[in-house]
């Protein structure tokens, strides 16, 4: 899929194994496709790997805020776009929208503040100017809401 320099985006297809006994994608399956969204989003779009800033730079990004709504249900077969969208920036965290949306319809909408964390003391750390540098080219009006509530 292509991405633009604010939003990144992947198809998911609806698999036997994301649903419940009803045939309907069980929702907390919803969270483990925004998290694989997020670590594709930072492996092809801001060009870090992930699984090097988990395993070798001992860097996390928990979800510390999470709000759902769930609009319509989604079956196996449902082929579902998420698109990410980076709506700020701060000293530690950023908070990202994820759509998910099968044709033209949203059936999940997820806002979530991701706080970069050491994996070794397991507290919040600044983050990094790399990871910082890489949000800031996808999407710069976030960094100028920085800027702003740090003045």
Known sequence: MMESSTHFERPVRIRFSHCDPAGIVFFPQYLVMTNALV??????ALGI?????ISKRRVGLPIVKL???FS???QMGDTLVLSLTLERISARSVGIVIDAQSQGETRFLARQV???TS??????IEIPNDIRAALTRFNPAALAQL???LS
């Not at 994996?119 to 919040?124: F, K, R």
């Open 39 to 44: 670590e594709d989003w930072f492996n092809d």
């Open 49 to 53: 790997d992930y699984a090097a800033m």
């Open 119 to 124: 994996l070794e003391s397991g507290v919040s």
């Open 72 to 74: 319509k249900p989604s």
């Open 67 to 69: 709000d759902c709504t």
């Open 114 to 116: 991701l706080v970069t």
């Open 147 to 149: 800027k702003e509530t």
